[in-house]
């Protein structure tokens, strides 16, 4: 592996409160399993900036805890030099992707996430902000198996 440039991935959602936070942490995890960390940098960001400051919905960060992730962290909203900053920007829906896109990010860094996991069965991790605690575990599921698959992905792009 390259390690004299890592690769930068930008997780973003709406608020940069659940479904983001969860992504960066989530991939991070796996990479230090797997003893690659350090060939990444990782962030999240959300489209909106209404929770910028913020840290972790606390029902994720309940959510990551019961699973054995930490998950820490304060908010902000995507600015235009994250267009250049980061190699990949995945999204966590198609509202999300669109909004991305109306901001002037380069189409050919961006993906959803599940894009990453053709056989999940769904085309967008569902925001769980407004639901109950079941769509944090969806979330979680989803999130864990994706990431996975994305590392599995960019490691076998390096080799």
């Given at each position: ?69 930490q ?47 053709p ?5 967008n ?35």
């Open positions: 592996m390259n390690t004299d440039r890592r690769k930068s991935i930008l997780f973003v959602c709406m608020g940069n409160i659940c479904r983001s936070p969860m992504a960066e942490v989530m991939f991070r995890h796996k990479a230090m399993l797997r003893g690659v960390e350090d060939a990444f940098i990782v962030d999240s960001a959300g489209t909106g900036g209404w929770h910028a400051g913020e840290e972790p919905d606390e029902r994720m960060r309940r959510m990551a805890g019961r699973n054995g992730i998950l820490e962290g304060s908010a902000r909203q995507v600015c235009s030099a994250d267009f250049e900053a980061f190699d990949m920007i995945v999204c966590m829906d198609e509202d999300n992707y669109g909004n991305l896109v109306a901001m002037g990010a380069p189409v050919d860094r961006l993906s959803k996430m599940l894009q990453h996991d056989e999940c069965g769904h085309e991790v569902p925001d769980p902000y407004y639901g109950d605690g079941d769509g944090f575990q969806v979330v979680f599921d989803l999130l864990e198996r994706s990431c996975d698959l994305l590392l599995d992905r960019l490691l076998e792009d390096e080799g």
